[in-house]
T-cell receptor, first 114, second 114 residues
Framework: EAGVAQSPRYKIIEKRQSVAFWCNPI?????LYWYQQILGQGPKLLIQ????????DSQLPKDRFSAERLKGVDSTLKIQPAKLEDSAVYLC????????????FGPGTRLTVL | TQLLEQSPQFLSIQEGENLTVYCNSS?????LQWYRQEPGEGPVLLVT?????EVKKLKRLTFQFGDARKDSSLHITAAQPGDTGLYLC??????????????FGQGTILTVHP
């Protein structure tokens, strides 16, 4: 069974530029999560989708971050404009349902903002 | 806001030694999960504990959930170099409107020297 796919794996941009990350969850998984993991910290949930609807985006900096999940499958996370403090690994995870279901993580995208 | 404190933050030991990692909170969780993350990869689930006082064993790893479901520990017996990695605890509140949101600790970086 294919795992969660993410691209790109690495991205380096200048501050104030925009960037987009892509995630393809495990087939059949209804719930998709985006996490931000800053070096030396645990992952922090940015946004959670159930199918193509948002169920939690309380920690998403909405002035610069946006995310969508097209047709309840793939998802993109965008940052515009980027700040130095956005340098982090952006992890995508998916689960069959939500609440107590196991979350499966992708390899992440490492973003460096210069 | 639910917080999880992990300790120690760094652990460097010799092969064959035993170690314990602690995960503490003032909040009650419906379940607690332990993950292991290797460089360049996403976290991989090791175990989920649900019942207060529950003990689970996975080969040389022993996981315990506190009676009050506020804390947990991970004990590794006779550590091996292959155990090297970042260990993360994550609490889930499956009730209410949290939709099973995971709150992660900051992680413990374990290095086992041959």
């Amino acid at each position: 069974e294919a795992g969660v796919a993410q691209s790109p794996r690495y991205k380096i941009i200048e501050k104030r530029q925009s960037v987009a990350f892509w995630c393809n969850p495990i087939s059949g998984h209804a719930t998709l999560y985006w996490y931000q993991q800053i070096l030396g910290q645990g992952p922090k949930l940015l946004i959670q989708f159930q199918n193509n609807g948002v169920v939690d985006d309380s920690q998403l900096p909405k002035d610069r971050f946006s995310a969508e999940r097209l047709k309840g499958v793939d998802s993109t996370l965008k940052i515009q404009p980027a700040k130095l403090e956005d340098s982090a690994v952006y992890l995508c995870a998916s689960s069959f349902g939500h609440r107590t279901d196991t979350q499966y993580f992708g390899p992440g995208t490492r973003l460096t903002v210069l | 806001t639910q917080l999880l404190e992990q300790s120690p933050q760094f652990l460097s030991i010799q092969e064959g030694e035993n170690l314990t990692v602690y995960c503490n909170s003032s909040s009650v969780f419906s379940s607690l999960q332990w993950y292991r993350q290797e460089p360049g990869e996403g976290p991989v689930l090791l175990v989920t504990v649900v019942t207060g006082g529950e003990v689970k064993k996975l080969k040389r790893l022993t996981f315990q959930f506190g009676d009050a479901r506020k804390d947990s520990s991970l004990h590794i017996t006779a550590a091996q170099p292959g155990d090297t990695g970042l260990y993360l605890c994550a609490g889930s509140d499956a009730g209410g409107t949290s939709y099973g949101k995971l709150t992660f600790g900051q992680g413990t970086i374990l290095t086992v020297h041959p």
